[in-house]
């Protein structure tokens, strides 16, 4: 009986952590901001088992080279219990190294990046790369579609300050690698002003649309 018990409860354990995620996503082509260049964004996350809204600062910080804030509120179902609302938060550093319009076939950019969830008795961390590639249509004078996929390793910690398992007591801790794949499209509405639309495909699916906007 006791390894019965010992077993459904490694079982559930897995279960909870096969449902874990990142939930800010990528939100824009592989191209970075010129140095000085800064940009702000407002954005909806729709997932499996969440909902999130969050907003994004990005600022160019030499050629190349720009970084990513992000930070907002999310409403999770765990699997267990009732809904539980937090903070969510997160960054990256993306480096753009090939260059459509230098002659290459396609934009491409690698990200370090980081994020952090945290409910009243979960929390996610996660730090890992990306792998993003993007092709920019011209359709009209000043309008343009950027289709973008981005390919995310990262190593994942879930953290449990009170076990979910019924019977058990004190802190659970897990840690995995995970790999996601996020296709999104970003369509510039003005000089300024973009749309952006995204799914994610991990262990939480999601999809995500919002607007960013060039500050300066």
């Known amino acids: 009986m006791k390894k019965t018990i010992i077993l459904a409860a490694t079982i559930f354990l897995c279960f909870v952590s096969v449902g874990?995620?990142?939930?800010?996503?990528?939100?824009?082509p592989a191209p970075t901001l010129n140095?000085?260049?800064?940009?702000?964004?407002?954005?909806l996350g729709v997932y499996e088992d969440a909902f999130s809204v969050f907003g994004q600062f990005?600022?160019?910080i030499a050629r190349y080279f720009d970084l990513?804030?992000?930070m907002g509120m999310i409403r999770w179902s765990p699997g267990y219990g009732e809904?539980?609302?937090?903070?969510?938060?997160?960054?990256?550093?993306?480096?753009?190294?090939m260059e459509q319009g230098a002659g290459d076939p396609l934009d491409v950019s690698v990200a370090v990046a980081s994020e952090y969830l945290d409910v009243s008795d979960f929390s996610i961390f996660t730090l890992g790369g990306n792998v993003i590639a993007s092709y920019r249509i011209e359709y009209a004078e000043g309008r343009s579609v950027t289709p973008y996929g981005r390919l995310n390793i990262r190593w994942e910690r879930d953290h449990f300050p009170n076990s979910p398992v019924v019977g058990e007591e004190g802190s659970w801790s897990d840690d995995e690698m995970d790999v996601a794949l996020t296709m999104g499209a970003e369509m510039k509405l003005a000089s300024d002003l973009n749309l952006v639309g995204e799914l994610q495909i991990d262990d939480n699916v999601g999809f995500i649309v919002g607007l960013s906007y060039s500050i300066f």
């Not at 874990?20 to 824009?28: D, E, P």
């Open 83 to 97: 809904s539980k609302t937090g903070l969510t938060v997160g960054g990256d550093v993306k480096y753009w190294f």
């Open 58 to 60: 990005r600022y160019g």
């Open 68 to 70: 990513g804030l992000k």
């Open 35 to 43: 140095p000085g260049q800064a940009s702000a964004g407002a954005y």
């Open 20 to 28: 874990q995620a990142q939930f800010l996503g990528q939100l824009g």
